[in-house]
T-cell receptor, first 116, second 113 residues
Framework: EAGVTQFPSHSVIEKGQTVTLRCDPISGHDNLYWYRRVMGKEIKFLLHFVKESKQDESGMPNNRFLAERTGGTYSTLKVQPAELEDSGVYFC??????????????FGPGTRLTVL | GQNIDQPTEMTATEGAIVQINCTYQTSGFNGLFWYQQHAGEAPTFLSYNVLDGLEEKGRFSSFLSRSKGYSYLLLKELQMKDSASYLCAVRDQDYNQGGKLIFGQGTELSVKP
């Protein structure tokens, strides 16, 4: 069974440009999470989807970030316009049922975003 | 506020035992996870604790004390391949919100021959 996949693995863009990151969760996982790790800091939560609905978007830093999960399958995270402080590694994770006490989140390898 | 602390770096010798500590202060608690992450790869699940006590899984064990806000990950019979970053994460579950994880900065473990 395929794990969580993310595309691209690396992206280098200029400040002010737009970038779209994609995440494909494990098949059958209704829950999809976005996290981000900026240099020297801990991994931080951005947003949680249950199917196509946003369950929790309390971690989204500002309105330059837009996450979608049309159809409840893959998700995209768009940054527009990108700023220098957006550089970091963006992780996606998926799980079966967040309401269960033991609900393991499976992580993808991340997209390394560099904004110049 | 939410805070999870773990040592930044640790070094240990192949074949030895190492204990990585994690302390947490969160508004809610519904489980503590340990993940292993090799450079450039996805974090992978190691263990989960929600009740006080020790959970053993092969060479890896994890302990939790909820009253002390404390956990540790114990790695036995260290191998070179255990060199990685170890992430402590707490599920701060508000039933109106979801299952987001709050992470510590990670402990970079170096295993030397």
């Amino acid at each position: 069974e395929a794990g969580v996949t993310q595309f691209p693995s690396h992206s280098v863009i200029e400040k002010g440009q737009t970038v779209t990151l994609r995440c494909d969760p494990i098949s059958g996982h209704d829950n999809l999470y976005w996290y981000r790790r900026v240099m020297g800091k801990e991994i931080k939560f951005l947003l949680h989807f249950v199917k196509e609905s946003k369950q929790d978007e309390s971690g989204m830093p500002n309105n330059r970030f837009l996450a979608e999960r049309t159809g409840g399958t893959y998700s995209t995270l768009k940054v527009q316009p990108a700023e220098l402080e957006d550089s970091g590694v963006y992780f996606c994770a998926s799980s079966q049922d967040w309401r269960l006490s033991y609900d393991e989140q499976f992580f993808g390898p991340g997209t390394r975003l560099t904004v110049l | 506020g939410q805070n999870i602390d773990q040592p930044t770096e640790m070094t240990a010798t192949e074949g030895a035992i190492v204990q990585i500590n994690c302390t947490y202060q969160t508004s809610g608690f519904n489980g503590l996870f340990w993940y292993q992450q090799h450079a450039g790869e996805a974090p992978t699940f190691l263990s989960y604790n929600v009740l006080d006590g020790l959970e053993e899984k092969g060479r890896f064990s994890s302990f939790l004390s909820r009253s002390k806000g404390y956990s540790y990950l114990l790695l036995k019979e260290l191998q070179m391949k255990d060199s990685a970053s170890y992430l402590c994460a707490v599920r701060d579950q508000d039933y109106n919100q979801g299952g987001k994880l709050i992470f510590g900065q990670g402990t970079e473990l170096s295993v030397k021959p």
